[in-house]
């Protein structure tokens, strides 16, 4: 019976340790991936090689999620690097059957029904990209510098709540970290503590 357990709770372990990943810190080699998109389109990092990049982890059942999507606060983000010439990749790790999974069509609706104004929306059902980046929380966030270095990972802002109310008042790490990347000068914050709802890996 002791056994048992013991094997139970090594089986246990290693699956925790499987979807805790560490996340590439600061300053490290961004990990390549390859993804398709809701549009049907392979999508690899290593194809924007010399651009800046965001990743965003999303589902959209997440108070955290709705709390920036629903303020507009993720869409002006998006809005306005994406026209500085910055990639925004959204990356739905949810694997089917748990919350926050998308189909390439229901991926789509949301796309139109949330205004959302990233590069593209990836669809990760195997968690593969997710375990990579170590994402823990939707939204955790990485950016990537155009020699393809982790510079920021962590929370999108200061406020780790699902009030909308509290976006006023925090600091968002993800604009500052693009603005002082892009302006050729050091993220002053290159890594924060994610919060937000755990992905759901299968």
Sequence with gaps: MKTRLLLTALTCLASASLFAADSPAPGSAAPDFSVTDSKGKTQSLSQYKGKT???EWFN???????????SDNMQKLQAEYTAKGVVWLTIDSSAPGKEGHLTAEEAEKQIAEWKMKSTALLLDPDGKA???YGAKNTPHMFIINPEGKVIYAGAIDSKATP????????TNYVKAA??????????STASTKPYGCSVKYK
Excluded: R, W
């Design 163 to 170: 009030n909308p109310a509290d976006i006023a008042t925090s």
């Design 60 to 70: 959209p059942g997440c108070p955290f999620v709705k709390k920036h999507y629903g």
């Design 130 to 132: 997710g375990q990579t």
């Design 178 to 187: 693009l603005d002082e990347s892009m302006g050729g000068k050091p993220v």
């Design 53 to 55: 990049v965001v990743l």
